[in-house]
């Protein structure tokens, strides 16, 4: 008989996702292209195939094969991995198209609970369908689209970590303690079963290896799987299966109980153990795929048996006895015994090795001392209807090994006897012994054979170990709630740029938590944010430590190192990238950062355009271009560079900063201030943005409206020796000498070697009369910055002149 399309299409569909599990990505492409030309039609086979390409890494191919399921909207896991390929190919209004088509598949499920290490859910519910919508709708730069679905996602399901942080990331003012609180739609998704409901018939066809006829009439010359069909469908079919609907299971579960009943009926001595898992009914012509095959044995003769095992547990098979009749005694033995029913199994072995005598009511006769080293208790158990005589009856033994010696075993008889037969084969009555007739049995010689050593018992199958006491579910999500809501308000404050509630935030997280990648991470950028730099390199470094091999946000390290002027640490930290990554963008980012610290700009904008090649969408490598621009003096590239930058993120205010500098350095003092102003918007406390305010205003001669920008800068980054020197100047413009002075000797404190400290405490000293220390900070300023030799010159040429005030050096 021909193996069903079912059966082999459930087989292949095994495969693949046992190939998947595994990470075998090529192996699942090859099997489900297997599966999909066995059944073109189906759109379960569309979506295996579409899942492994995309799993592989394969994109096009994932999109090409789940396109036409997917833009129907009538399989959801093909449109789900449609959209998904959409997202990668930049085709958003596609995937857009498909998972709204798709919305009555995956609206109002939810998933969560019903992923476990025996079940998944194989499609996805509606808090991943949302995200991926609203991610859909961000890149195709729908804002007001985007930002309900992400609401959606997080409301399903709070676990849904990126639908947050992208909100974040957009701007969007978040209420985190309403997003992760325990609810009781969310709490009952954790309530079901292990394994229970993991399939979800809206996506598609149920999986054939489900139906009761998936797996039958499968006959075994044609089957291709036939080799390992005992074993494999054993794991399917068991509670290791993924993907088990319990209700279809528990119906065939009592079909297969009361067949398996029937069967051991029928077949009499057939008590072999029926698996847990459900199984079908089998074909009496098709072999048995859920249990191992047995030989059929020879007719019955008189042999020495020694032992009987279950076939289904031990390894070694049973051993066959010894022949101790002759060949006359044979043939006469194999005319009186009519041929057995179905193939004899070890249980039968076993309750012929301990049978016992009887008295003639019945009653079993005690063991003799000295034959026996304990005593055995026996059972009567009628496991089927017996065509025998009364005195026919299987004895199992309870409690006791079925491997246990024989002694003195008379042979059993067939209750049909041929006329002319041999007395000697007809089983005798005599006082105090009635020897059962059996069917099946072998015959054993009268005299006694030997000792045979105790085999020890056969273990049963390992019973599920009781659980601890579990705690409840509704504690273990409050706790995990607790802790996500607490790195939530962290994660929300450092992107509104509130680095200072944010570092707090993160401070009373437990410290387990706190020495994790991630959050080293967001603490290290909320310090760079607020121009802590040395801070910010120590919580790097600590993170470099505790993951070598992570390149995200590597590239605001390299920053740092910059600012704080490490050129040989910078290196290091590039070489290491750039070995172990190649193809990171971030790698390339640090590698021009150290190219441009060491002043050659025209390889750090190499750099920087293989960043961006590598990742088109890094709004920071556009950034890095820009600043080398300026330093080359490109003034048109790098406005290109940095309205690049702002395409591919709008609140990137790095990319604003960057163009006010340009107008600035340029001389369009109100342009500059407008992109100031739009950076301050989006990073409100960031002391550089606020020194420049003060700067440009400065250079339109209106030091009172700059000052206020100087101090709040100060404030906010007051070991900055920029800002300090800019309020220093200020006062010193503004004539209040006493506070200008307090400031410098702070500042010298701070920067002893800045030569801008230098210069303004020669100006200082220039203004009070000081010529003599004057003189000699403009010589220590001099030294410090031969580049300003000039400008330093002229200022000590005109110590006896009262010229005014004017600190436009290292502008």
Known sequence: MAPTNAAIAGLLKQAVYYHL?????QNAVFFAERLHAHDQRSPESAFLLALSHYRFGDSRSAYEVSKLPGCRGIHLGCSYIFAQSCLDLERYRDGITALEKARPLWAAKCSIGRHTTSARAPYPDASSASCLLG?????????????????DALRANPFMWDAFTILCDMGVNVLVPNIFRLNDTFARSFDQESGANSIDSSGGPPDPLQRKSGIQGVSQESDPFENHRSTAFQD??????????????????????????????????????????????????APRIAYPSEPPLAPARRTRGTQASEPG??????????????????????????PPEAPMRGSALSLAATERKR?????????????????????????????????????????????????????????????????????RVVSGNRKPLEDNSMDIDQIEVPRVKELPAVPAPPSKPLDPEPVKADEGLKCILDLLRKMASGYRLSSSFQCQEALTVFSTLPRSHQDTPWVLARMAKAHYELANYAEAEKIFRRLRMLAPTRHEDMEFYSTVLWQLRKGTELSFLAHELTDSAWDSPQAWCVLGNAFSLDCEHEQALQCFKRAIQLHPKFAYAYTLQGHEHVENEEYDKALVSYRRAIAADKRHYNAYYGIGKVYEKLGNYDKALSHYHAALVIHPTHAVLICCMGTVLQRQKQTVQALPWFIKAVELAPRAPEMRSKKAGALLAMGQLDEAKRELMILRDIAPNNAQVHFLLAKLAKTLGDKRTAVRHFTIALSLDPKANGEIKNEIGALEDDDGFDDSMMH
């Open 135 to 151: 991610k859909l709708y961000r890149a195709y730069d729908d804002k007001k689209r985007a930002v309900p679905c992400f609401e």
């Open 313 to 338: 547990f031990l390894d070694a098979p049973p051993k066959m006895s010894y022949r101790l009749t002759s060949k006359k005694r044979d043939r006469a033995q194999e005319q009186l015994v009519e």
């Open 236 to 285: 399917v079919l068991s509670n290791n299966m993924l993907f088990v609907d319990p209700g279809e299971n528990d119906s065939i579960s009592r079909l297969t109980a009361g067949h398996s009943r029937y069967a051991v009926t029928k077949q009499g001595s057939d008590s072999m153990e029926t698996p847990t898992g459900p199984i079908a009914v089998p074909d009496p012509q």
């Open 21 to 25: 599990d595994n990470l075998s990505y």
């Open 359 to 427: 008295t003639a009511s019945g009653h079993p006769v005690q063991p003799r001392p000295a034959n026996f080293e304990e005593p055995r208790r026996s059972a009567r158990l009628n496991v089927a209807p017996r065509t025998a005589s009364r005195s026919n009856t299987n004895i199992t033994t309870a409690g006791v090994p079925v491997t246990r010696e024989l002694k003195k075993a008379r042979p059993p008889i067939s209750r049909i006897a041929r006329p002319g037969s041999s007395g000697t084969s007809v089983g």
